[in-house]
């Protein structure tokens, strides 16, 4: 499965960016081998709206199937639910730390964004 996660770097040991939308890089990372693809997120970190409608699109394009992140918010979300990608909000620690408690059941999946919009 591939697990999309935040991050303000590009690599595994990189602490996981709290926002969505506007995070520095995604790691899209692979749950049985730890090998990850990095997406440099930079058009997005500036945009003026629709930043993680954008991301929503990116990671599915990539066949993310799940989302870890700090904050979702309500736009974003509904375009993750649309694409079938499930989103656990709060997320933190390395990025590695992030898909170990995503897989182990520690980071679970939201049911709702949970910040507002542009945060």
């Given at each position: 499965?591939?697990?999309?996660?935040?991050?303000?770097?590009?690599?595994?040991?990189?602490?996981?960016?709290?926002?969505?939308?506007?995070?520095?890089?995604?790691?899209?990372?692979?749950?049985?081998t730890?090998?990850?693809?990095?997406?440099?997120?930079?058009?997005?970190?500036?945009?003026?709206?629709?930043?993680?409608?954008?991301?929503?699109?990116?990671?599915?394009?990539?066949?993310?199937?799940?989302?870890?992140?700090?904050?979702?918010?309500?736009?974003?979300?509904?375009?993750?639910?649309?694409?079938?990608?499930?989103?656990?909000n709060?997320?933190?620690?390395?990025?590695?730390?992030a898909?170990?408690?995503y897989?182990?059941?520690?980071?679970?999946?939201?049911?709702?964004?949970?910040?507002?919009?542009?945060?």
């Open positions: 499965m591939k697990i999309a996660v935040t991050s303000t770097g590009a690599d595994l040991n990189s602490k996981v960016d709290p926002r969505f939308g506007r995070a520095s890089y995604i790691l899209i990372v692979d749950s049985e730890f090998d990850f693809e990095v997406m440099d997120n930079d058009e997005n970190v500036n945009a003026f709206k629709g930043a993680g409608i954008q991301a929503a699109k990116a990671i599915s394009d990539r066949g993310a199937e799940i989302l870890l992140t700090g904050f979702c918010g309500p736009n974003a979300f509904k375009a993750l639910n649309a694409a079938n990608i499930g989103v656990a709060n997320a933190e620690g390395s990025v590695k730390d898909v170990e408690a897989l182990n059941g520690t980071l679970v999946l939201s049911d709702k964004a949970n910040v507002e919009g542009q945060w």
